[in-house]
Nanobody, 118 residues
Framework: QVQLVESGGGSVQSGGSLRLSCVAP????MGWFRQAPGKEREGVAL???????RYSESVKGRFTISRDNAKNILYLQMNNLKPEDTAMYYC????????????????WGKGTLVTISS
């Protein structure tokens, strides 16, 4: 069973920054989804094996996704955080070709909670 272990969540004020990390095998597609209270999960950022990235419009320009294949670590640098970013953030991976926000993910981490206050 593939294990994805997230860390880096926490509570910060609006405008602050956090960096999420995920220790995981280097699959073709890796990324982050999030789920806010009362809402469905949404794709946040994805990166494929050629380092091509995709972001949701709500985080574009504020979040940066990167991967260190040698260390098997996926990162999400989150800057200028807003209260609407409050959610459980999940590390996700997809084994085969296709790395889009609406692509099905094969494995999910347990999540790390991010809380942004005003």
């Amino acid at each position: 069973q593939v294990q994805l272990v997230e860390s880096g969540g926490g509570s910060v004020q609006s405008g602050g920054s956090l960096r999420l990390s995920c220790v995981a095998p280097s699959f073709y597609c890796m990324g982050w989804f999030r789920q806010a209270p009362g809402k469905e999960r949404e794709g946040v950022a994805l990166i494929d094996s050629r380092a091509i990235t995709r972001y949701s419009e709500s985080v574009k320009g504020r979040f940066t996704i990167s991967r260190d294949n040698a260390k098997n670590i996926l990162y999400l640098q989150m800057n200028n955080l807003k209260p609407e970013d409050t959610a459980m953030y999940y590390c996700v991976v997809r084994q085969y070709y296709g790395c889009r926000i609406d692509s099905n993910m094969d494995y999910w981490g347990k999540g790390t909670l991010v809380t942004i206050s005003s």
